[in-house]
């Protein structure tokens, strides 16, 4: 491209991907550059090697909000040819004597629940019937009167409840409920219970019942190759093996749009950003790691409770109190004895992730201390094993990536910090920095990954609301139209 650019975007995650082709699809001229040399960041497919015909999701592999962001609802995803399918069980939580399960259908969860399903469905019941405004309220950018009020104070009330120690085991009876909850929360990977966890476990849970915990067929990368589709047929360029470390490394541009952390920013812009947020920048926290565990399988999980099998998502870490226990362990920097996993079998939802000669990919994480160098595969078999007896045997190869090493992959998730920051409630509501829009990092300079509002997950808001800010700065103030 000629001349001076219009754009810059550092990082082709979704948020980096959803700014740069909502830019080029207002006219101005955009250049990605990706240190990677391959798109898409947190939401990419790869063959790893494993086993013949088995791709494995590097990050992340299940997406409710692929469907339900305000973002991808404009994108529209589906016609663009990616198929997003739910499982009737969105998630589950297997525990010493059964499982608790949330289908889509909130009855039937409710029914299973037996004596707390009253409780679930008081929890969720006004959520579910309201997902459009729970989704508005927590994937918006937090700078504007929440559409709907009641919607809010429902939500915050019930955050509030399941966010503070003393409340939050009042409303339940029996062990099931509260841990199906629990097992949600957790992926803030924050100590629990806290307002962070109790937020993302209401977001997670309304949308596992109104939309489903989707996956695309034949995994995430559909969506990055959507994405990096429709920025190239609107002029966008992109440019891989090209990490930005200082500003000799950025093309002449306009603006500079950031999906990284926010201390590259710092380090990168320097002088050009406000002394308050480069202060903030640089003082930013991380949060505790994933440890990423890849299984090819030659037969589905044998899970002990068979509905378990039925769920697209399984949080194996036991009882509410044992997840306690599991992530305060990491606020000590200790690797907890029962650590908490996250499981997911794509091929429960897309059958066609099985390989012709039976095998299949199954895709976990475990919660570890920030950094940590640790092999968790027999910890996260054996955490398995306990739900599962049998699961070893149906064990055909694995790699680990240790928390520490995931970094290499992807420079956003420091120390294995799969959030791109620790999951607290200033952050989520407020930014990395104190400023009062924390889109914008200095003169020309945007902050759009998952260290913005609305905070981790591929929704793609970040990038359209730093988008929206830049469009602000050239004078285009209606967005466009992203439909297909
Ligand atoms: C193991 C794991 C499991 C997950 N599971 C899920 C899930 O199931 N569902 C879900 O919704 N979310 C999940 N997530 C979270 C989700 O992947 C992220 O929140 C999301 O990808 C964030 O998008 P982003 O665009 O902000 O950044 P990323 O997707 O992290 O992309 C940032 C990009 O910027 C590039 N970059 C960084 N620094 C530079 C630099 N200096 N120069 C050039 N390029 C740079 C990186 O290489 C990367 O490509 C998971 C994440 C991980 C790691």
């Not at 990082?11 to 990605?32: D, F, H, K």
């Not at 680990?400 to 620790?422: Q, T």
């Not at 990954?449 to 800010?469: D, E, I, L």
Request: contains cysteine; hydrophobic residues 45%; aromatic residues 6%.
């Amino acid at each position: 491209m000629a001349g001076r650019l219009d754009v810059v975007v550092v990082g082709s995650g979704p948020n980096g991907l959803a700014a740069a082709l909502t830019l080029a699809r207002a006219g101005l001229s955009v250049q990605v550059l990706e240190a990677q040399p391959h798109l898409g960041g947190g939401a990419r497919t790869a063959d790893l090697g494993l086993a013949p015909g088995v791709v494995h999701d590097t990050c992340s592999a299940v997406h409710p909000m692929a469907i339900a962001s305000p973002f991808f609802r404009r994108f529209d995803l589906r016609s663009r040819g990616v198929r997003l399918v739910a499982p009737d069980a969105s998630f589950a939580q297997p525990l010493p004597d059964g499982a608790g399960v949330a289908y889509q259908d909130l009855a039937r969860t409710a029914a299973e629940l037996g004596p707390d399903g009253d409780a679930w469905l008081e929890v969720f019941g006004p959520l579910v019937e309201h997902a459009d405004d729970v989704v508005e309220l927590i994937l918006g950018d937090h700078r504007r009167v929440p559409r709907s009020l009641t919607t809010a104070v429902r939500f915050g009330l019930r955050a509030l409840e399941q966010g503070v120690g003393p409340l939050w085991n009042r409303r339940f009876r029996s062990d099931a409920a509260p841990a199906l909850l629990t097992g949600v929360a957790a992926h803030s990977i924050t100590p629990l219970p806290s307002i962070a966890g109790s937020g993302t476990a209401l977001l997670l849970g309304t949308l596992a019942h109104a939309v489903g915990w989707t996956v695309p067929l034949g995994g995430t990368q559909a969506i990055t190759d959507a994405m990096v589709a429709d920025l190239l047929a609107h002029g966008g360029e992109v440019r891989t093996d090209h990490p930005v470390r200082t500003r000799a490394d950025l093309p002449p541009a306009r603006a500079v749009v950031f999906d990284t952390v926010p201390a590259t920013v710092a380090e990168v812009m320097g002088s050009r950003l406000d002394r308050r947020i480069a202060r903030g920048y640089q003082a930013y926290r991380h949060g505790n790691g994933a440890t990423k565990v890849d299984y090819v399988l030659s037969a589905p999980v044998p899970w002990a409770d068979e509905r378990v099998r039925a769920a697209g998502t399984v949080h194996v870490g036991g009882t509410r109190a044992e997840m306690v226990a599991a992530e305060h362990a990491l606020t000590q920097g200790r690797h907890s004895e029962h650590p908490m996993v996250l499981v997911s079998d794509p091929a429960v939802t897309d059958p066609g992730r099985v390989a012709a000669d039976g095998n299949r990919p199954l895709w976990t994480y475990a919660h570890v201390p920030a950094g940590s160098r640790v092999d968790m595969t027999e910890a996260i078999t054996a955490e398995i094993e306990r739900f599962a007896p049998g699961f070893r045997d149906v064990v055909v190869a694995s790699q680990c990536v240790p928390a520490a090493r995931l970094e290499l992959h992807n420079a956003n998730y420091v120390g294995g910090d799969i959030a791109a920051g620790a999951v607290t409630l200033p952050r989520m509501l407020g930014g990395p920095a104190l400023t009062w829009d924390p889109f914008v990092a200095g003169d020309g300079v945007y902050l759009c990954s998952a260290a913005v509002p609305p905070g981790p997950g591929v929704h793609g808001m970040g990038g359209w609301h730093a988008a929206r800010r830049v469009l602000a700065q050239v004078g285009i103030h209606r967005p466009p139209d992203l439909a297909p």
